[in-house]
């Protein structure tokens, strides 16, 4: 039985495609679908998306996105 209540996004962290499709399956079968939707993230690249959108699960985070995008410290330093 999957009790997940107060949650509506599962996070499957740095999961390969066989463990994302039992995960979905899980969620199936506890009739938790539409209720609950479930997040892959970590190591997901633009060469893995379209298998990992093959096991079922609704979203799919892509850091690759921004990892080559150029960083900015910004910081708020405030005197007394």
């Known amino acids: 039985m999957l009790k997940v209540e107060g949650v509506h996004v599962i996070l499957l962290d740095n999961m390969d ?12 079968k506890s ?8 997040e892959a993230s ?16 609704e979203r799919i ?7 080559s995008a150029p960083a900015l410290d910004v910081g708020l330093d405030i005197e007394e």
């Open 17 to 28: 495609c066989p463990n994302m499709e039992a995960a979905v399956a899980l969620r199936d």
């Open 31 to 38: 009739d938790r679908k539409g209720d609950v939707e479930l």
């Open 61 to 67: 985070a892509v850091g690759a996105i921004t990892h």
């Open 42 to 57: 970590g190591g997901v690249t633009l060469e893995t998306v379209r298998s990992i959108a093959a096991t079922g699960v």
